[in-house]
């Protein structure tokens, strides 16, 4: 692997491991009143794009990040919408 995807792979592991917290406290508590609906929805549909892009590229920390990021994030969305 070189070093490009290296700290791609990190980069992508870092900001995908961000959302974590947030996804894990919205489903144990079910208290999203901090969360804002249009925000996660602009986001996830921008998280969508950087997959099209990453598979048009070929560039798997791309791919694989934002993968596991917009699953992470139309969790919260989901869940927003069904306690909301």
Known sequence: ???????GYFSAFLTT???VPQA???WKTRDLSGVSLPMY???SL???GWIVYGV???SWPIIL????TFVLA????????KHR
């Open 46 to 48: 921008g998280v969508m």
């Open 24 to 26: 894990l406290h919205s």
């Open 41 to 43: 929805s602009i986001f």
């Open 56 to 58: 048009m590229i070929v």
């Open 65 to 68: 990040a934002n993968i596991v």
């Open 17 to 19: 491991l961000a959302f």
């Open 74 to 81: 139309c969790a919260v969305l989901c869940l927003k919408l």
């Open 1 to 7: 692997m070189n070093t490009t995807n290296l700290i």
